[in-house]
């Protein structure tokens, strides 16, 4: 059970761990971008934000899918599965690695794609809300990825 707990806390820590690193690189992208165009222009502010916090999301995604491992293996009081082996929590780890890869990449190409959508609202400001469309085309990936998770998580019995 040792082996398995590890693994699956291991999956937890995965899903949480990258997919906040890809919100956090992207949101830096992204607020780098808008802090030069709010020193210009701050009453752009409210056109730019969400451009700047639509890669946080991914990091919320990952902390979705870490807190269902969590509830599987029992940790917030429900007690830790008897039957845990380490290829259950292998199964785990597994399961997590949809949502952890696909926020860490989609979080940082999000980050990106918002970054230059930045740069086209402080031109544009009227033309922000097509920026954002693109930003969302990038998020769906990291919505599949969460699903995927999700999925898995559901098939596998401990």
């Not at 222009?41 to 991914?58: A, E, H, M, R, Y």
Request: proline share 3%.
């Amino acid at each position: 059970m040792e082996f398995g707990l590890a693994y699956g806390i291991l999956g937890a820590a995965f899903a949480a761990v990258f997919a906040g690193i890809g919100s956090a690189i992207g949101i830096g992208y992204a607020a780098r971008v808008a802090n030069g165009v709010l020193a210009e222009d701050p009453d752009k502010f409210g056109s730019l934000f969400i451009l700047v916090v639509l890669p946080g999301t991914q990091g919320f995604y990952g902390f979705l899918g870490a807190f269902l491992i969590i509830l599987k293996l029992g940790l917030l009081g429900g007690g830790i599965p008897e039957g845990l082996t380490a290829w259950g929590g292998l199964q785990l780890l597994f399961a997590s690695l949809p949502v952890a890869f696909a926020g860490l990449l989609s979080g940082i190409h999000q980050g990106k794609v918002c970054a230059s959508g930045v740069e086209m609202a402080a031109k544009r400001p009227k033309d922000s809300t097509k920026a954002v469309i693109y930003g969302a085309m990038v998020e769906t990936y990291a919505v599949l990825g969460l699903l995927i998770t999700i999925f898995l998580l559901q098939g596998i019995k401990l």
